[in-house]
């Protein structure tokens, strides 16, 4: 099938009708504010990842006021464990902008949804289709591969020449008609049918116009993202506890990686860890604690691969004159109402545990798993 083919939408649509996801939590009542959480939730996330966070959002922010009065600590507390976390400061940034500059109400607009932090021309053209009927194409991973192979599309769908064939055949294939329901059943299609690895073409209603099926490319198309080698960096966290098990954390300044997420005390391979921790409390060198290296984690972002190495210490006396710092004190139990870096969750779990001598952290490729 060309790019200037017959429309794939009826097919579509029937094969919705009878085997689409009718009931993701979002779609009930074509509510903006579910559509749009669940899109920024499921950028880069799976549905059955997201399911649980989205309940939780939803219970604690019903609405978009409710989300725009919200401490962002709170905010980001919820997202820990979903990663990509400028989605929820944008989130929590569009929400606030909605009130206050639509008396938050969503726009029915495509232009004036992409306008809001964190929402791109593929999420207000999903948000405008599935919650105002507005007939906005749309082009998340998924729907690039369904595209890419019906049509024939080779090389990788990143490339800005290829994406711009992409929103002229998303554009050219979206119908006037349903476009709710042709919205989630191309998303559906990609996520369930004409999956990255081993794809369903038997059970595909585009399976007679896939030429990607008729000239057996299913498996090369749509093309990987260019490989290249991630840069390697490394440093060491400060698990600094206080008599009563408490541990010290930081808040990370807002741009950069874990932006506004609370963090345990960086310092880098090459300080010295007892002048550092003496500087940072206040501490002549003998009072600082013994400090033990656990095993070091790796954890790997869009960029780069970090590779951390714990140094945890028990302080003999409270020091509590850090909090100028932009620095707190916390019991690990309690650090749920906050925003934590995946690894840091994972350390501090190690820090709740009973036996914590045998809980050494241990590699894991995407995220450290103590």
């Known amino acids: 099938m060309s790019e200037h083919g017959a429309p794939i939408a009826p097919a579509l649509l029937a094969w919705y009708d009878r085997h689409g996801r009718h009931d993701l939590p979002w779609k009930a009542g074509a509510d903006p504010y579910r559509i749009w959480l669940s899109e920024i939730m499921l950028q880069q996330t799976r549905v059955q990842t997201v399911l649980p966070y989205f309940q939780r959002f939803v219970a604690a922010f019903p609405d978009v006021a409710a989300l725009a009065a919200a401490d962002e600590d709170r905010v980001l507390g919820l997202w820990t464990g979903l990663g990509y976390y400028a989605r929820a400061r944008n989130l929590h940034r569009a929400a606030r902008e909605l009130v206050d500059t639509h008396a938050g109400r969503f726009p029915g607009d495509v232009d004036a949804l992409a306008a809001l932090p964190g929402i791109g021309r593929s999420t207000?053209?999903?948000?405008?289709?599935?919650?105002?009927?507005?007939?906005?194409?749309?082009?998340?991973?998924?729907?690039?591969?369904?595209?890419?192979?019906?049509?024939?599309?080779?090389?990788?769908?990143?490339?800005?020449?290829?994406?711009?064939?992409?929103?002229?055949?998303?554009?050219?294939?979206?119908?006037?008609?349903?476009?709710?329901?042709?919205?989630?059943?191309?998303?559906?299609?990609?996520?369930?049918?004409?999956?990255?690895?081993?794809?369903?073409?038997?059970?595909?209603?585009?399976?007679?116009?896939?030429?990607?099926?008729?000239?057996g490319r299913v498996g090369a198309i749509p093309a990987a993202r260019p490989k290249r080698a991630l840069p390697e960096r490394e440093t060491r966290m400060l698990l600094l506890q206080d008599p009563d098990g408490r541990v010290l954390l930081a808040r990370r300044p807002a741009p950069g990686i874990w932006g506004g997420l609370w963090c345990f005390p960086e310092l880098d391979v090459a300080a010295d860890p007892v002048d550092t921790v003496a500087t940072m409390l206040r501490l002549p060198a003998d009072g600082v604690p013994p400090l033990s290296a656990w095993g070091t984690v790796r954890h790997t972002f869009t960029h780069y691969r970090l590779t951390i190495t714990p140094l945890h210490g028990v302080l003999a006396r409270a020091v509590d004159n850090v909090r100028e710092e932009g620095r707190d004190w916390f019991a690990p139990a309690e650090t749920g109402h906050v925003g934590l870096a995946a690894p840091v969750k994972r350390l501090l779990d190690v820090l709740c545990a009973d036996d914590l001598a045998s809980a050494a952290p241990a590699r894991s490729k995407q995220e450290p798993r103590p």
Do not use: H
Request: one cysteine or more.
């Open 124 to 215: 207000a053209g999903a948000i405008a289709s599935m919650a105002f009927g507005v007939r906005a194409p749309i082009l998340d991973g998924n729907v690039k591969r369904v595209l890419t192979r019906v049509a024939g599309i080779e090389g990788w769908p990143g490339e800005r020449a290829i994406e711009k064939r992409l929103w002229a055949l998303a554009d050219s294939w979206t119908p006037t008609e349903r476009v709710a329901d042709y919205t989630q059943a191309v998303m559906d299609l990609g996520a369930t049918v004409c999956t990255p690895r081993r794809p369903a073409c038997d059970g595909c209603p585009l399976a007679d116009r896939c030429v990607a099926r008729a000239e």
